[in-house]
């Protein structure tokens, strides 16, 4: 008896699983204009732009990539709901369209997550490695966001 019901649990398990996987994300970007991306505007070293995309543009910006484990759902929803919650607060891919007010205050935000170590998330870091920085990583990127601060009064 208890065989049999350990064996019907699973079933329905499995059968949710299967379900779910008829809901796929969404996983288009929007076209890109280059003219207002970050990297391109603001011209870092190579480095910082390689910490960028391998540590940010995945979550802030319509360049995103996505892993093969974003096929699966409940993953691919999960990830899906950090990305757009990301892309709304800070989108790299719309930098050239942000007041000089708005930009200064991403930047403040950008460098204080990353010196907090608030990001890249965490979970976020498991399976991507160039998103895994290093204390001088961070203090070089803390820096360049600082650098790209200008006089104008963020409020
Ligand atoms: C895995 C996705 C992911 C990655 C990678 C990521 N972020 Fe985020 N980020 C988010 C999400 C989701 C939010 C909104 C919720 C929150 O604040 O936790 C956010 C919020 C922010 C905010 C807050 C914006 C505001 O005005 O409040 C800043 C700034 C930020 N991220 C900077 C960065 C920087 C810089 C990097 C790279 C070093 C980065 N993030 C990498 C997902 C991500």
């Known amino acids: 008896m208890k065989k049999i019901n350990r064996k ?6 499995l059968g949710i699983f299967i379900l779910m996987q008829f809901s796929q994300i969404d996983k288009t970007n929007p076209p890109i204009d280059q003219k207002l991306d970050f990297i391109e505007i603001t011209k870092p070293s190579e480095e910082i732009a390689t910490m960028l995309k391998g540590a940010c543009y995945d979550c802030h910006s319509h360049q995103v990539k996505y ?8 993953i691919s929803w999960w990830v899906k709901g ?20 708005k930009a200064n205050h991403k930047l403040e935000e950008s460098f204080e997550k990353v010196e907090r170590k608030e990001m890249p998330l965490t979970a976020y870091l498991i399976l991507h490695p160039l998103a895994r920085l290093t204390e001088e990583q961070r203090t070089e990127l803390v820096n360049f966001f600082k650098s790209q601060m200008t006089d104008e009064l963020s409020f």
């Open 8 to 13: 019907a649990t699973l079933s329905i398990l």
């Open 67 to 74: 892993p093969w484990y974003t096929n699966i759902a409940p």
């Open 82 to 101: 950090h990305i757009d919650n990301g892309v709304i607060e800070l989108n790299f891919s719309e930098w050239g369209n942000y007041r000089a007010s």
